[in-house]
């Protein structure tokens, strides 16, 4: 359906990328985190997300991350659709990203795309603050920021395993049994490099607290991430 949705995008925007004026783009203001969020979504009893980001992107996030905790599954569904929407349509990216495109519509092709995946409507108001606001260019790292929020949140550690070749299904298994043994829900990334001489040559986390190849448990704090507008 996602993948439906964005050659519907593609075709109702391809001449407007194609024929968009390039013109320079004026600078928007940044809206506080709690502006923003009470003018997209009227949060109720908004929590916020247990690490933090104060950059740009983090900031609309968190609006975002506040919003939606009654429904925090859903969101992080739709948005993940999104990326990979993004990430297998390059008109559907570009047309996210260019500025020349008039924001009536991208906010109604916005609204087309959400309404073909069902994508939920705090979503799709969220992406309507961003073309207001100009800053629409900055969804897919404003994605990988809540994801971060949402793994914290539900205790996630993503793991990522390296190896010469891909793991079969029993392999994995056993890797996540290990990974359960040292961290309550863990999630597990498969990589294959066939430039890797050994069967399992090393294991990495995006988590602190890893200690030769294994997560320390006492270690699991999530990162705070600060930094300055």
């Known amino acids: ?56 992107e983090g900031r609309y996030a968190t609006a975002l991350f506040m919003a939606s905790m009654d ?3 859903k969101v992080y569904g739709d948005l993940q659709g999104l990326r990979e929407m993004m ?14 495109i008039e924001p009536e519509s991208k906010v109604a092709a916005f609204e087309a795309v959400c309404k073909k995946a069902s994508i ?62 040292r961290a309550e829900g863990s999630g597990l990334s498969d990589i294959s490099n066939r430039s890797l001489s050994g069967s399992l040559e090393w294991m990495d986390a995006c988590m602190p607290g890893w200690k030769d190849g294994w997560i320390d448990s006492d270690r699991l704090d999530v990162v705070r991430c600060r930094a300055a507008d």
């Not at 297998?88 to 990203?97: D, N, R």
């Open 1 to 56: 359906m996602l993948q439906h949705a964005a050659r519907t995008w593609s075709r109702a925007t391809r001449s407007l990328v194609c024929h968009a004026a390039m013109r320079p783009v004026a600078p928007a203001a940044i809206p506080s985190t709690s502006v923003l969020a009470s003018r997209c979504f009227a949060a109720a009893a908004a929590k916020k997300p247990k690490m933090e980001d104060g950059t740009l």
């Open 71 to 73: 429904k925090l599954d």
């Open 87 to 100: 990430e297998s349509s390059q008109e559907f990216k570009l047309a996210i990203e260019t500025p020349g």
């Open 120 to 181: 939920d409507g705090a979503v799709l108001n969220f992406l309507k603050v961003l073309v207001e606001n100009k800053r629409a260019h900055l969804l897919s790292r404003m994605i990988d920021i809540f994801e971060n929020f949402y793994r914290a949140e539900k205790n996630l550690v993503l793991c990522k395993v390296t190896s010469a070749a891909s793991l079969s299904d029993g392999q994995k298994k056993q890797v996540e049994a290990a990974m359960q043994k």
